[in-house]
């Protein structure tokens, strides 16, 4: 007798500041479109839970009245962003008890948060994701800096129009317009691609774009690495939030990859930093929270 083991394999969101924090929302918001489950956290009667996807476990738990809830914890020490999720049409889909905030924002300063006001509430912090962990321990590999590209990006209007073909969105992944980090991937080798291709998508199509562009001389890959891509196919095409800026397309790509070009974008950060910290811009601030100068610079500098 053969027995399958299904090892369902979570994966825990943290959501800080109010950046995080509304994107968060926002994207909590597509996985309940994407999955059927309604702003309170419930699945519709005629749509029964195993019949033909339970990948959604993955993000949601379920708890003992049938809800789901999202595996996710959300941070700010300023209220008010946090607020508008616990006020939100999607107010009843999150546990009291993961959306965590203080009562003063830290003004862009480091120390303060670090020192003063973020010691308030981390320790509720760190005890929040260790339960979290308790029950969805799960290793998993440090990625450091990858490179996210999504493709299509277009209106409704231009849709309407057109349907680009996979070689096009697989192009679009390596054009700087696609990309979510300002980098010129043309200055850098790649040494690793993953695309996650969503919609009406066949294997044959994928391998003749990824043929196609390893023949390009304006991308390179490094020589200790041949193998270079890593593909994955979701057939479900992509859902989009109603009123929201993104055309409904019958298929898209993201990629995240691992490229050198990355570094320009670091580089000139580090530049910003060395212009303003010759002037001692915002210097002050940080004195000002019990942190000396030197210590200071060390920590900007990692």
């Not at 029964?48 to 959300?74: L, M, N, W």
């Not at 979290?132 to 998993?140: E, I, K, R």
Request: net charge neutral; with cysteine; proline share 6%.
């Amino acid at each position: 007798m053969f027995r399958c083991m299904l090892f369902t394999r979570e994966c825990i969101s943290v959501h800080v500041g109010q950046a995080g924090v509304q994107m968060g929302n926002t994207c909590w918001e597509l996985y309940c479109l994407e999955h059927g489950i309604q702003p309170d956290g419930q699945m519709p009667s005629n749509q029964p839970v195993g019949g033909h996807d339970d990948s959604f476990t993955t993000f949601f738990s379920e708890t003992g009245a049938r809800k789901y809830v999202p595996r996710a914890i959300f941070v700010d020490l300023e209220p008010t962003v946090i607020d508008e999720v616990r006020t939100g049409e999607y107010r009843q889909l999150f546990h009291p008890e993961q959306l965590i905030s203080g009562k003063e924002d830290a003004a862009n300063n480091y120390a303060r948060g670090h020192y003063t006001i973020g010691k308030e509430i981390i320790d509720s912090v760190l005890d929040r994701i260790r339960k979290l962990f308790q029950t969805n321990l799960v290793p998993y590999p440090r990625i450091h800096f990858p490179l996210a590209t999504y493709a299509p990006v277009i209106s409704a209007e231009k849709a309407y129009h057109e349907q680009l073909s996979v070689a096009e969105i697989t192009n679009a992944c390596f054009e700087p317009a696609n990309q979510m980090v300002k980098c010129d991937p043309r200055h850098g080798k790649y040494m690793a691609c993953c695309l996650l291709y969503r919609g009406d998508v066949v294997p044959k199509d994928v391998n003749v774009a990824i043929g196609n562009i390893k023949t390009k001389r304006s991308i390179q890959f490094v020589d200790w690495c041949p193998t270079g891509f890593k593909v994955g196919i979701n057939y479900q095409p992509p859902t989009v939030v109603p009123g929201g800026d993104l055309a409904k397309v019958q298929r898209a790509v993201c990629m995240l990859s691992n490229t050198t070009a990355i570094a320009e974008a670091w580089a000139r950060l580090d530049h910003k930093f060395d212009l303003m910290y010759a002037k001692r811009a915002f210097v002050h601030w940080y004195v000002g929270e019990e942190t000396k100068e030197k210590k200071t610079q060390i920590y900007i500098r990692f």
